[in-house]
Structures are given as C-alpha cells and as structure tokens.
T-cell receptor, first 118, second 113 residues
Framework: AQTVTQSQPEMSVQEAETVTLSCTYDTSESNYYLFWYKQPPSRQMILVIRQEAYKQQNATENRFSVNFQKAAKSFSLKISDSQLGDTAMYFCAFMKQTSRGGSEKLVFGKGTKLTVNP | DAGVIQSPRHEVTEMGQEVTLRCKPISGHNSLFWYRQTMMRGLELLIYFNNNVPIDDSGMPEDRFSAKMPNASFSTLKIQPSEPRDSAVYFC???????????FGQGTRLTVV
C-alpha cells in the first residue's frame, strides 16, 4: 500500500516571499503520478500541479514548482511570490499508473495549512 | 462545462435516518470517485467506479454505506442508518478512464446529530 506523509501541519509566509511545502511518499510502484491539491476555505479541491514519475524534469506552473527526488521519494512544492489568495490547505497526493487503462484512486497526505500574511 | 455537481451542499440529519448524497460527473468522464474528509482521518477513498462498474470499495466503512452508479451521468452514496461519526465532508470526483487528473465537486458537508 502507498502512503503519503506531510510533516508540516502548518506554515506561514509573508506576502511576496517564497515557501516550500514538504511531502514524502512510500511505494513499490515504478510508474505513478504525484500531485499537489489546494483546498481554500471554500473547500473546493483544486489541482495545483502534477508530476509524472517517469519524467526527470520538475513540473512548473507559473509561481508553483516542484522538486521531485524519485530515489528519495520526496516531492516538495515551492510557491514563489506568495499571494494572499494562496492561503489554503495543501495536499500532496499519489496515484498509481495502471497499465490496464483504468483510472486509479488518489492517496492523500494529511495536508499542510498555509497562511500568507500581508 | 459545469464541472462535477454534488447535492446537497449541506445536510443535517438525525441519527438513524437515511442519507443520500448525489453526484453528477463531468460529461464524458467515465471514472467516478467518492472520498470522505474528516479532521481525524483526512481525505480517504470510499469507492470508485470505472465505466459504471465498482472497482474498489475497500474504503467503504461498513454495511451501512452503499454506492451506486446506474448510468454514466449519476451516482449516489447512501448511508442507512446514519451515525454521528459519519459527520464529514463527502467529495465526488470524476476523470477520463486512464487520465491522471481528477476533477472534484464542491463536496457535501454532512452533519449527523
């Protein structure tokens, strides 16, 4: 079974600064995806960024980037130029890639509550 | 596209009553997931369907929970009888079979008193 661990229950950052959220995972699978989801107070789950395990290049989406270390099973999220709207819970998630063509479930970490201060 | 639609947004019910949560996936999506979110356990999968067929229901807590997907555009999650410990936010998500990205609904906040 896969597990996802987020060791930082809460973090805070000043507006315009950079913050990094940590995530580690455990799996025996070779092919998988990793994700970061954002959950603002509205409770909507929003996909921030995703990484395919077979890709060595780290994914980037505007101010959001990841540091994917496959051997260390580490997948951190960096938010640059933090904005007040980035205040939310952030969840790291794992999905096994299946060869049979079906979709698979997401396994989530417990989340990190990020507060961006003005 | 309207996205994944869940109803109701909020539900308050008394212990012992039957509760039915509803989900309409994004048109054309053929995988559907039900997740539950609590403070203690975080986000956990209850059950998921591919092409309307249940694939993994190992997360369903007990026989009081049941889920159906009678067609590609509708799914229900039923709790009978409900208990206070079922209080949580229940999310439905959908995706294309084989796709990595799942789209979530707004969730149903269930309170059992």
């Amino acid at each position: 079974a896969q597990t996802v661990t987020q060791s930082q229950p809460e973090m805070s950052v000043q507006e315009a600064e950079t913050v990094t959220l940590s995530c580690t995972y455990d799996t025996s699978e070779s092919n998988y995806y990793l994700f970061w989801y954002k959950q603002p107070p509205s409770r909507q789950m929003i996909l921030v960024i995703r990484q395919e395990a077979y890709k060595q290049q780290n994914a980037t989406e505007n101010r959001f980037s990841v540091n994917f270390q496959k051997a260390a099973k580490s997948f951190s999220l960096k938010i640059s130029d933090s904005q007040l709207g980035d205040t939310a819970m952030y969840f790291c998630a794992f999905m096994k890639q299946t060869s049979r063509g079906g979709s698979e479930k997401l396994v989530f970490g417990k989340g990190t509550k990020l507060t961006v201060n003005p | 596209d309207a996205g994944v639609i869940q109803s109701p947004r909020h539900e308050v019910t008394e212990m012992g009553q039957e509760v039915t949560l509803r989900c309409k996936p994004i048109s054309g999506h053929n995988s559907l997931f039900w997740y539950r979110q609590t403070m203690m356990r975080g986000l956990e999968l209850l059950i998921y369907f591919n092409n309307n067929v249940p694939i993994d229901d190992s997360g369903m807590p007990e026989d009081r929970f049941s889920a159906k997907m009678p067609n590609a555009s509708f799914s229900t999650l039923k709790i009978q009888p409900s208990e206070p410990r079922d209080s949580a936010v229940y999310f439905c998500a959908s995706s294309f079979v084989g796709a990595a990205e799942a789209f979530f609904g707004q969730g149903t906040r269930l309170t059992v008193v």
